[in-house]
Every structure is written in structure tokens, then in C-alpha cells.
């Protein structure tokens, strides 16, 4: 009898675990066991100064420390790895994740091949050719909104020792600015109510060159990648680019991809589409 795989879900930046509840809900209902992983200083890790509540003192919050300082992508592995140790009790294992978090995927491969059977990137960071710092200055970002972040960030993340943003801000500029990247095919009440589920800091370290894929490792993991067609975050140019350049390091073992429509956060917001896709690529 087959065993299915579980799969182990990772989240993006300044998210958590609880972005992937009404997915796991889907996948239960398909028949399919899933694992949402908090990395560290998320989820119930996570710090959200009093500053952060309503009356806001944006003083404070610009200045209150964070539980996520000086947290790596190091730390980011080895809470995943310790996952999939234990998950690859139960049988293979799929290893998925989103946005920030493909950085943290791609590391895991290179680190422990072993523990994956398949990746699956859904619009998430593949570093293969640069580090993600240096994709952001390509020409596949050049019509990302600098706005979206820029606008909603507080305080001095070389003070801080972290990225701290107001997702709570009633500033119709930062709003305006986030939902366009982010949930511009969103309701405004589906909008709000993602916004509430992120978290306010998140790391400063995005890994380097030395975390971009390798192929003696990364590349003999079988690997999907699923494109959100209507990024505005990551582009759909960006996302092709990276499946080019990881084609190119394995051409032996290309992407299998796929193409979801919607933007970002989508896909998380209305996963019935997402769900099947997964499935079927757990049954096959």
C-alpha cells in the first residue's frame, strides 16, 4: 500500500504558521497529512510589543527590542530539518514553501537531501545565480513597488537588529501600497484580516551566496514549481528566471512546473486550486 507523504509547510516573511490553516484544512479534507512549521521568532515565538496595539506609540514601537534579533538562517534550518526528521518516520515527505521562505527550502536541500523527496517553490526565492539581495536589484524587479514595505517599516533595522513593520497602520498610503503588492485581487476584508495574521519583525538574514543552490545536494531532490501568475511581490519574470537558472544547474533534473492564477496571497486566502495541485502531486 502506498504511503502518502506529509507535507511540511513553510511560510514567508513576517508570517507564520497560521498563514497555512485553511490550506491544511483542504489538504485534511483530500486526504492528506500536513505540518505547518513556525521558524524561529514566528508564531508563538513571535514578539508584538505593546507598542504594537491600539492606541499605537509609534516612538516605542520604533525602539522596543524583538525577540527575533540576531535569529539566522541557520536557526531557520535546523527548526526545519528537525521537522522533516521527524516526519520521515511516518513516510516521504514534501517540502513546501512560499515567498522568503524558499530561501530556507533551498538551504535545507543543500543541507539535507536526505530528509526531502520532493520541494515544491510557490512563487518562493530559489537563489541559484545570486543571493536574493542581488535578484532585487535585477531587471525582473524593476516594477516591484519599493513602496510596499518602505512605507509600512519602522524604526532602524541596524538598530533594531531585525525588520519591524506596522501591518496595523490605518495610513491609506502604506496600505494602498501593501495591498497592491500583495492582496490586490483580495477583498478588503480578506486584505485586513491576512494583515492581522502577520506578524511585526522578521530576521535580517537572507542568506548569501554561499546559500545558493548546490547541485551535488540541492539538485537530486526532485523539484516543482508552482507560479502564481498574477505576482506583483515576486514576479512571474523572476519566478521564471529562477526555474531557468535551476534547469540549468541540474539539467538532468528540471522543474516540474506548475501555474496557479492570482497574486501572492491568493492562493492562501483560497486554496481549494493549491490543495489539488498538491495532491496530485503527493499521489503521482
Not at 118 to 137: E, F, H, N, Q, T
Not at 179 to 196: A, H, I, S, W
Not at 228 to 244: F, H, N, S
Not at 255 to 271: A, E, K, N, Q, S
Request: glycine share 10%; hydrophobic share 45%; with cysteine.
Amino acid at each position: 500500500m502506498q504511503t502518502l507523504p506529509t507535507f511540511v509547510l513553510v511560510h514567508g516573511a513576517f508570517a507564520n504558521s497560521f498563514s497555512f490553516a485553511p490550506l491544511q484544512a483542504e489538504l485534511g479534507l483530500l486526504g492528506h497529512r500536513s505540518v505547518a512549521v513556525d521558524l524561529p521568532g514566528h508564531g508563538f515565538e513571535a514578539t508584538f510589543p505593546a507598542s504594537y496595539q491600539t492606541p499605537q506609540d509609534a516612538d516605542a514601537l520604533a525602539s522596543e527590542p524583538g525577540g527575533i534579533k540576531d535569529v539566522t538562517l541557520a536557526d531557520a534550518v535546523a527548526r526545519v530539518i528537525a521537522v522533516l526528521e521527524r516526519a520521515k518516520r511516518n513516510g516521504p515527505t514534501v517540502l513546501v514553501g512560499h515567498s522568503r521562505g524558499g530561501i530556507t527550502l533551498t538551504a535545507v536541500g543543500n543541507a539535507r537531501p536526505d530528509l526531502v523527496d520532493r520541494l515544491v517553490y510557490v512563487s518562493a526565492w530559489c537563489p541559484v545565480d545570486l543571493d536574493v539581495a542581488g535578484y532585487y536589484g535585477e531587471p525582473e524587479m524593476a516594477d516591484v513597488d519599493p513602496r510596499a514595505m518602505a512605507t509600512a517599516l519602522v524604526g532602524d533595522p541596524a538598530e533594531l537588529g531585525l525588520l519591524r513593520c506596522n501591518f496595523r497602520t490605518a495610513d491609506p498610503e502604506a496600505l494602498g501600497a501593501l495591498r497592491q503588492t500583495l492582496g490586490v485581487d483580495l477583498t478588503d476584508d480578506e486584505f485586513r484580516t491576512f494583515l492581522n495574521t502577520f506578524q511585526p519583525d522578521d530576521n535580517l538574514d537572507g542568506g548569501s551566496l554561499a546559500d545558493c543552490a548546490r547541485e551535488a545536494t540541492w539538485g537530486r531532490i526532485p523539484k516543482s514549481y508552482v507560479r502564481l501568475a498574477e505576482d506583483l511581490a515576486v514576479p512571474l519574470g523572476m519566478q521564471d528566471r529562477m526555474i531557468r537558472e535551476g534547469d540549468a544547474l541540474t539539467p538532468g533534473n528540471p522543474f516540474d512546473v506548475h501555474t496557479l492564477p492570482g497574486g501572492h496571497l491568493h492562493w492562501l486566502v483560497h486554496p481549494e486550486p493549491a490543495a489539488a495541485l498538491l495532491a496530485g502531486l503527493a499521489e503521482s
